[in-house]
C-alpha cells in the first residue's frame, strides 16, 4: 500500500479512482449520509465522478479523470468517509 | 409501444424495469431534482431501485424485482419526470 492510498478505499490506476461501498440499515441513513456527502463537495468545490445509490447503500467514485487523483480528491475520500456514520461495516 | 409504457421511459423485461436519464446544466439543479425525487419516494412510499448521478446527470432505474412493474412504480416514475424540471432533452 503506498502513503497515498486513503484508508478504506480501493484505488485503480486506469482510469485513477477511489471507489468505495457504504451500507446502511435504513434508507433514512442513506439519506442523511447523501446530504451530508452533497455539503462536503459543496464545501471542498469538488464532487465524486460519481454516486450510485438504493435504499441501503450508496457507491461513491472519485477520479480527476487524466490529471490523476490529487490532494483534493484524497481529501474528498476522507471526508465523505468521516460523513458515513452509521454505516454498517 | 404497450398502453402500459410510461412515456420517456425505457422499459425493460428481464429484470422489469423502467430506466431514464436526466441531464442538468448545471450541479445545482442536479442537485434539486435529487432533493425532489426524494421527496416523491417519500410521499408514494416506494423507491426507485437505483439513483445514478454525476454533477450534471442522474440516471434512474425503477424495478420491482420479481414481482415485476406495477401501477405504484409506473406512478413512480411519472411523478419524478414531472419533477425534473429544469433537465435538458
Known amino acids: 500500500m ?3 492510498t486513503v484508508e478504506g478505499w480501493t484505488e485503480q490506476a486506469r482510469p485513477p479512482t477511489l471507489f468505495r461501498r457504504f451500507s ?3 434508507y433514512a441513513d442513506t439519506r442523511a449520509f447523501l446530504d451530508r456527502v452533497a455539503a462536503v463537495q459543496e464545501t471542498l468545490g469538488v464532487a ?5 445509490f ?3 447503500y450508496v457507491n461513491v467514485t ?3 479523470g487524466d490529471a490523476g487523483l490529487g490532494e483534493i480528491e ?3 475520500a476522507r471526508r465523505i468517509a468521516a460523513a458515513a456514520t452509521g454505516a454498517t461495516p
Open 24 to 26: 446502511f440499515e435504513r
Open 48 to 52: 465524486p465522478h460519481n454516486i450510485s
Open 54 to 56: 438504493g435504499t441501503t
Open 2 to 4: 503506498s502513503d497515498t
Open 62 to 64: 472519485i477520479g480527476a
Open 74 to 76: 484524497r481529501e474528498l
